[in-house]
């Protein structure tokens, strides 16, 4: 199995830097292969622009998904975006590692997916959901919290994760793959910012790198989440029923 995980979080020695260098070494030991692409390496750029297509449909005006759909058909992607392309291709299984930020993942890897999910190459009208590029792939966020797992949950003081990932998710989907539930961190506190005392954290969260890997070893026996697909809508995508 060939495994990319997508990282995104500014320190390397991070707790989500941890997490990413753990699955590698767990998916290696189970006889798998990995791919890393850290987006904060400055070899990657999230930010969709002009910049990127030196041969443009139209000059004077920048439409993205008119760009995307020209450098397909010319063979003339941004080769950032073609390596990145390249590694979801080969990939059984995509890791998304990342910190929850304002009830989110980081503007990077909305980034990421802004520029690398190509409008005409990877999704078309009718190449999306169950007919999706990426269909008989599997997908997986992980993803850290500063507060604890008590603080999470519908009504709870640090939102609700179904409707918080929700859009990382139907994205997931709406590529074709199969999404499965979230490996959240909770808990991982920035340096001098824990109210725990300090071998206790760092046991707890020692413990948690452990699941983590035992998680990824077991993830055959794991179902994806449910999403709506094209029987379930009409033609103008409304809900049947």
Same mark, same amino acid.
């Given at each position: 199995?060939?495994?990319?995980?997508?990282?995104?979080?500014p320190?390397?020695?991070?707790?989500?830097?941890?997490l990413t260098?753990? +699955?590698?070494?767990?998916?290696?030991?189970?006889?798998?292969?990995?791919?890393?692409?850290?987006?904060?390496?400055p070899?990657?750029? $999230?930010?969709?622009?002009?910049?990127?297509?030196?041969? &443009?449909v139209?000059?004077?005006?920048?439409? $993205?998904l008119?760009?995307q759909?020209h450098?397909?058909r010319?063979?003339?992607?941004p080769?950032d975006?073609?390596t990145?392309?390249?590694?979801?291709?080969?990939?059984?299984?995509?890791? @998304?590692?990342?910190?929850?930020?304002w009830?989110?993942a980081p503007a990077?890897?909305?980034?990421?997916?802004?520029?690398?999910?190509?409008s005409?190459? @990877?999704?078309?009208?009718?190449?999306r959901?169950?007919?999706?590029?990426?269909?008989g792939r &599997?997908?997986?966020?992980?993803?850290?919290?500063?507060?604890?797992? +008590?603080?999470?949950?519908?009504g709870?003081r640090?939102?609700?994760?179904?409707?918080?990932?929700?859009?990382?998710?139907?994205?997931?989907?709406?590529?074709?793959?199969?999404?499965?539930?979230p490996?959240v961190s909770?808990?991982?506190?920035?340096h001098?910012?824990?109210?725990?005392?300090q071998s206790?954290?760092?046991?707890?969260?020692?413990?948690?790198?452990?699941a983590?890997?035992?998680h990824? +070893?077991a993830?055959?026996?794991?179902?994806?989440?449910?999403?709506?697909?094209?029987?379930?809508?009409?033609?103008?995508g409304?809900a049947?029923?």
């Amino acid at each position: 199995m060939h495994t990319h995980i997508v990282h995104a979080h500014p320190e390397p020695k991070s707790y989500n830097g941890a997490l990413t260098r753990a +699955a590698e070494k767990a998916l290696i030991q189970h006889g798998g292969s990995v791919t890393i692409n850290d987006l904060y390496n400055p070899a990657f750029d $999230p930010v969709e622009g002009s910049q990127h297509y030196a041969s &443009r449909v139209a000059g004077d005006y920048f439409a $993205p998904l008119a760009e995307q759909r020209h450098a397909w058909r010319t063979d003339s992607l941004p080769k950032d975006v073609l390596t990145e392309i390249g590694n979801l291709k080969q990939a059984d299984l995509v890791i @998304l590692q990342f910190p929850l930020w304002w009830h989110s993942a980081p503007a990077v890897l909305k980034g990421w997916m802004d520029r690398v999910f190509v409008s005409g190459g @990877l999704y078309t009208s009718q190449m999306r959901y169950g007919t999706g590029y990426f269909r008989g792939r &599997r997908a997986l966020v992980s993803v850290t919290t500063g507060a604890p797992r +008590a603080a999470f949950g519908p009504g709870s003081r640090g939102g609700d994760f179904e409707t918080m990932l929700w859009p990382i998710h139907y994205s997931l989907h709406y590529m074709g793959f199969s999404v499965l539930p979230p490996f959240v961190s909770y808990g991982v506190q920035g340096h001098g910012y824990s109210y725990e005392d300090q071998s206790i954290v760092e046991e707890r969260l020692r413990g948690n790198l452990g699941a983590w890997a035992s998680h990824l +070893a077991a993830l055959d026996e794991v179902e994806p989440l449910r999403f709506p697909d094209w029987s379930d809508w009409d033609e103008n995508g409304g809900a049947v029923g």
